[in-house]
C-alpha cells in the first residue's frame, strides 16, 4: 500500500466515524421533526419512511453546511431534514385534483377581494366570491389542511402541481438563485408580518413552537376544526400575496 493510498483509506474512515456521531447527535432532531410531521399526515404514512428521509437530509446537510453564513448547523439541518421529509411525502400526494383546484380558487378569491378593498380579505367575503355558504367554505378549508400539507415551499406552487422546487433542499443554488432566494424569504416576512393577528399566531404557534392543532385550540379558545380552517386560510391568504413568485 502507498502513502497516497493510505492516507485516502485514512480519511474515508474519519467520514464514516464523523457521519455516525453525527447521526448519533443529532437523532433525536430528526425523531422530533418526523412526529411533529406525522400529526398532520394521514395514517399511511409511516414515521420510518419520514426518519430515514430525515437522515438523509441530515448527512446532505454535513456536506453543505457554511458556518460562515450566520446560522447554527441545527437550524440548517432542521431545515434539510424537514425538505427532505417533504420531498418524500409529496412524491406521493395523497390529494384528490379537486382538493388542488379548491386550494387554488381560495387563494384566486383571496387576492381578487384584497386587491379591491385594500384590507384583509374576510371570511365571509371569501366564501360569498366564491359562491359557497360559509359552512361549504369552511369545509374546503378543512379538506386543505386534511389532504395537503402546507409548507413554506408549496406556496410557490399553483396548487395543481405535486412537485417541489428542483433543488429539494439539498442541490446547491448558484449566486442568482441564492439571491432570488433572499428575495423570496424577504418577501414572504413581510407577507406573514401583515396577516391578520389571528393567522401569525396559528402560525407562530404551529411552526415555531411546534403546537398541535388540539394545543393551539386550547390557547386560542377554540375548536381543533377552527384551528384546521385558519391554518388553511393562512397558507391560501400567503399565497395569494405571493402570486408574483408564484409566476415566475
Not at 5 to 31: C, F, N, W
Not at 58 to 77: N, Q, V
Not at 100 to 110: E, F, Q
Amino acid at each position: 500500500m502507498t502513502p497516497a493510498t493510505g492516507l485516502r483509506m485514512y480519511g474515508k474512515a474519519q467520514a464514516r466515524d464523523s457521519q455516525h456521531q453525527l447521526i448519533e447527535r443529532y437523532a433525536p432532531l430528526v425523531k422530533r421533526i418526523a412526529y411533529h410531521l406525522l400529526a398532520r399526515l394521514p395514517a399511511s404514512v409511516q414515521v420510518e419512511d419520514l426518519m430515514q428521509s430525515g437522515m438523509i437530509g441530515l448527512l446532505e446537510a454535513s456536506k453543505k453546511y457554511d458556518g460562515s453564513k450566520g446560522a447554527s448547523f441545527e437550524t440548517y439541518a432542521g431545515i434539510r431534514i424537514r425538505g427532505a421529509m417533504l420531498d418524500e411525502v409529496r412524491k406521493g400526494d395523497w390529494a384528490p385534483r379537486s382538493v388542488h383546484r379548491n386550494t387554488r380558487m381560495v387563494s384566486d378569491a383571496i387576492r381578487v377581494i384584497e386587491a379591491r378593498t385594500g384590507r384583509d380579505a374576510k371570511d365571509q367575503e371569501v366564501a360569498a366570491e366564491l359562491g359557497l355558504s360559509l359552512e361549504d367554505y369552511y369545509g374546503i378549508l378543512s379538506d386543505t389542511l386534511g389532504s395537503r400539507l402546507f409548507s413554506f415551499d408549496d406556496l410557490l406552487q399553483d396548487g395543481e402541481q405535486g412537485g417541489v422546487h428542483e433543488d429539494a433542499g439539498v442541490t446547491p443554488f448558484s449566486p442568482s438563485q441564492d439571491l432570488e432566494e433572499e428575495r423570496f424569504q424577504a418577501a414572504l416576512a413581510d407577507a406573514i408580518a401583515n396577516l391578520p393577528e389571528r393567522e401569525r399566531l396559528v402560525l407562530a404557534l404551529y411552526y415555531d413552537e411546534e403546537l398541535n392543532l388540539k394545543e393551539i385550540g386550547e390557547v386560542l379558545g377554540v375548536s381543533e376544526s377552527r384551528v384546521s380552517q385558519l391554518h388553511s386560510q393562512c397558507a391560501a391568504r400567503l399565497r395569494a400575496r405571493l402570486c408574483e413568485w408564484r409566476a415566475r
